[in-house]
């Protein structure tokens, strides 16, 4: 699991880190709001804990514009404003918890694995449906008609995240860090090798649904004609 960290205490951002990575998560850590919105914007992260007074964007404002873009990443407020009408504040603009400066290690990690154990549109067994496609990601095989063929694990996990996102003009940079990583060293070359295997798994299905190319930005998943 993957989480972000936005917090201008840089000690404090820093022990979270540690702390979470000792505990088996991935973590990285930005320090103002713009670049947290930046971060949040690429959807490579599980889970968000967010700092309210941050300079730049504030973290309302950051939580506010990620819900308008329809980013349902959990967040939590992790904050010193611990007044009644603060945390109404923030949950009622779209956070999962709030938890109130200084606070000890294991609630937030209790908090965390409350919302992770909650049940997520990237998780569960049902297959994704689109046109005339269904893919079941567990076992990773992609069915069409009376045809189905098996993906690889990275091929699995590309096709899912246009699946989840049809008709979405998605940029590079986003494809990269949600399916590589936000921090993985991936060539651009190897991204356009995974396209064309999966234009070739749709081909060999015989599907109706094509994977375009947006000359300059990324890639969108379509059904010609609809």
């Known amino acids: 699991m993957r989480i972000l960290i936005i917090e201008d205490d840089k000690s404090l951002a820093e022990t979270l880190r540690f702390q979470l990575e000792r505990n088996h998560f991935e973590a990285d850590v930005c320090h103002d709001g713009e670049e947290g919105l930046h971060y949040i914007e690429q959807q490579a992260h599980d889970l968000i804990l967010l700092d309210r007074m941050l300079p730049g964007l504030d973290g309302i404002s950051v939580l506010k514009i990620t819900r308008e873009k329809n980013i349902s990443t959990p967040i939590i407020f992790v904050t010193a ?73 990275r091929e699995g996990d590309l096709l899912e995240f246009f699946l989840r996102n049809p008709k979405q003009t998605i940029p590079r940079a986003s494809i990269l860090s949600k399916v590589w990583g936000i921090d993985a060293e991936v060539e651009e070359g190897n991204l356009d090798n995974y396209i064309y295997f999966i234009r070739r798994r749709l081909r060999s299905v015989e599907s109706s649904v094509k994977l375009k190319t947006i000359r300059g930005v990324g890639y969108q998943l379509e059904v010609p004609n609809v």
Request: proline share 4%; hydrophobic share 30%; with cysteine.
């Open 81 to 153: 404003l611990g007044a009644l009408n603060d945390k109404i504040t923030g949950l009622d603009c779209g956070a999962d918890d709030y938890l109130v400066k200084p606070f000890d290690f294991e609630e937030l990690l209790a908090r965390i694995r409350c919302i992770l154990r909650r049940p997520s549109k990237w998780e569960g067994s049902k297959p994704i449906e689109y046109g005339d496609l269904s893919y079941d990601t567990e076992q990773k095989k992609l069915y069409c008609k009376n045809l189905s063929c098996s993906l690889s694990a």
